[in-house]
């Protein structure tokens, strides 16, 4: 069936450096894609979406890229910061649905 | 203004009992929508409710569990003759004019005994 998971459940950090969050997703009508950022005991919070027909966005401090080839979506993350500690999902809609389909979720741990 | 809100933040219940969680979406957000999440786990999409239109069900796990939203705003979810495997925190979230865009609640974490 359709579905979006996720690499790498854990991954550890030094603050200051750069993190990169991937995902891969099996569905190839999906045009649309979001990160959200889930700290311990509250629920998810958008950081940043992307459409099909882009392959790279940038927000503050964060950047997407969409690589449709491959079906491969990462999250790039930059200087992190402790604050960035956190549950990273990325999440899907295909097209012509308005329903969202969230992967499993990588931790991101920051080592100060 | 306000987000999101859910009640109770905590709820524990014996096995066999009907328990109901409540979800206030954002004033004037037309799309609501269930999940759950379990410990370490991602999240499970139960139900989604978009304006007056018939929600989609689709991924409610058992005929125990059923959700209702009244005139458009408040939303209920009801388990009945809760089962432990139901323990979990249940999130809400709601969206405008950007639909994919969904703002959540801090959830309700549900231990059933």
């Known amino acids: 069936g359709e579905s979006v998971g996720l690499h790498l459940p854990t991954l550890s950090v030094q603050e200051g450096d750069n993190s990169i969050i991937n995902c891969a997703y099996s569905?190839?009508?999906?045009?649309?894609f979001i990160w959200y950022k889930q700290e311990s005991g509250k629920g998810p919070q958008f950081i940043i979406d992307?459409?099909?027909?882009?392959d790279k966005r940038q927000g503050q401090r964060v950047t997407v890229l969409l690589n449709k080839t491959v079906k491969h979506l990462s999250l790039q993350i930059a200087a992190t910061q402790p604050g960035d500690s956190a549950v990273y999902f990325c999440?899907?809609?295909?097209?012509?649905?308005?329903?969202?389909?969230f992967g499993t979720g990588t931790k991101l741990q920051v080592i100060p | 203004g306000a987000g999101v809100s859910q009640s109770p933040s905590n709820k524990v219940t014996e096995k066999g009992k009907d328990v109901e969680l409540r979800c206030d979406p954002i004033?004037?957000?037309?799309?609501l929508y269930w999940y759950r999440q379990s410990l370490g786990q991602g999240l499970e999409f139960l139900i989604y409710?978009?304006?007056?239109?018939?929600?989609?069900k689709s991924g409610l796990p058992s005929d125990r569990f059923s959700a209702e939203r009244t005139g458009g705003s408040v939303s209920t979810l009801t388990i009945q003759r809760t089962q432990q495997e139901d323990s979990a925190v249940y999130l809400c979230?709601?969206?405008?004019?950007?639909?994919?865009?969904?703002?959540f609640g801090p959830g309700t974490r549900l231990t059933v005994t």
């Open positions: 992307i459409r099909s027909n882009m």
């Open positions: 409710f978009q304006g007056n239109s018939a929600p989609d």
């Open positions: 979230a709601s969206s405008s004019h950007r639909v994919y865009e969904q703002y």
């Open positions: 004033s004037g957000h037309t799309a």
């Open positions: 999440a899907e809609r295909a097209g012509g649905y308005q329903k969202v389909t």
């Open positions: 569905n190839s009508a999906s045009d649309y």
